[in-house]
């Protein structure tokens, strides 16, 4: 039976996930469905779009994005610590970006004058909303059930467009969450449906890139801050070059089918992060084949399984293959 929600995700061990989500049966509703040749390639953009859209009001950055033909991928970053400072007119301010909010709500930021039962109701909405705004759940909420309906509206149909439940990995360390964004950004290498990570379409990766070329980080996407930066609370603390040689050296090996081809320099990057070769190119060809749920070293396992109420602790043996092999 899946999990609840408690038992996959705990901001107290990490704020960075794994998110999947599929459509129906695995329909080719976001690419061309080669039985009948009709093109729903523009949904993609649909999603990508929406996805950018929440991230701004949302306090959750995207580290990698990959829109397939069928399924989704996201690595989201959760910033608990941002909304710690938020006014209320801030969290409303976010809220009505996306939903119209309460009568009450709306004459607020509005300036429309209260009393003061109606400014703590307003108050107690607020708080509700600044949860919602870093819980993962009402991002998928408010991510998948728009792109139904636009969807739902184009075909003249009805019925779920995406199956019902998405899928969540909590990434407890460094290894980890760059393992699975190489996965995620290498989807489409790994699928067949691009060449090289520049040329992959929709995702995180082809954004990186053309900003790099022009100087800088695409302001959509969670930056990388560098190994020099620890100090920083925000960003991802991993060398934006370094990343870009381990997912170009590996989508290399994975487009020529020569799996124990790894580059010295991306050996010694890899031990860095104490992560084996061989480790490393089974995380980034079967993510999620390894790992059902968390992901993490076996002491971060152990930890996060302790701290959400789990009797076992799943994944342990492919930890100590994977990211305790160094």
């Not at 701004?56 to 399924?71: E, G, T």
């Not at 104490?274 to 089974?282: A, E, M, R, Y």
Request: a positive charge; aromatic letters at 8%.
């Amino acid at each position: 039976m899946p999990k609840p929600r408690s038992q996959q995700i705990s901001l107290l061990d990490t704020p960075y996930y794994h998110i999947c989500s599929r459509t129906v049966r695995k329909a080719f509703l976001c690419g061309v469905d080669k039985e009948t040749g009709v093109s729903y390639a523009h949904t993609r953009s649909w999603i990508e779009k929406r996805i950018f859209q929440l991230s701004q009001a949302f306090a959750i950055d995207i580290c990698a994005h990959a829109v397939m033909h069928n399924h989704l991928h996201l690595v989201l970053h959760v910033d608990s610590e941002q909304v710690k400072s938020w006014t209320t007119e801030e969290v409303l301010r976010r809220w009505h970006r996306l939903f119209k909010g309460t009568l009450l709500t709306q004459q607020y930021t509005s300036k429309h004058p209260l009393d003061k039962f109606q400014l703590a109701i307003v108050e107690e909405t607020a708080n509700i909303y600044k949860q919602r705004l870093i819980d993962i759940s009402w991002f998928m909420r408010s991510l998948n059930e728009p792109i139904a309906r636009q969807a739902n509206r184009e075909d003249k149909c009805t019925g779920h467009f995406w199956e019902g439940r998405f899928k969540s990995q909590a990434l407890l360390d460094e290894g980890a969450l760059l393992s699975c964004m190489a996965y995620v950004d290498l989807n489409p290498v790994r699928a067949g449906i691009a060449s090289t990570p520049e040329q992959s379409d929709f995702t995180s990766i082809q954004l990186r890139i053309k900003a790099a070329i022009k100087g800088r980080q695409p302001a959509v996407l969670l930056s990388f801050s560098g190994n020099e930066h620890k100090s920083k609370t925000t960003g991802i603390r991993f060398n934006l070059q370094d990343y870009f040689t381990l997912v170009d050296e590996t989508g290399r090996i994975l487009r020529d089918d020569k799996r124990g081809a790894i580059n010295p320099k991306v050996t010694k990057i890899l031990v860095r992060l104490q992560i084996s070769d061989k480790g490393w190119l089974k995380l980034t060809t079967n993510f999620e084949g390894i790992f059902t749920g968390a992901v993490g070293t076996a002491e971060h396992l152990c930890e996060f399984s302790e701290h959400v109420g789990l009797k076992r602790t799943h994944g342990l043996a492919n930890a100590k293959i994977c990211l305790n092999s160094v």
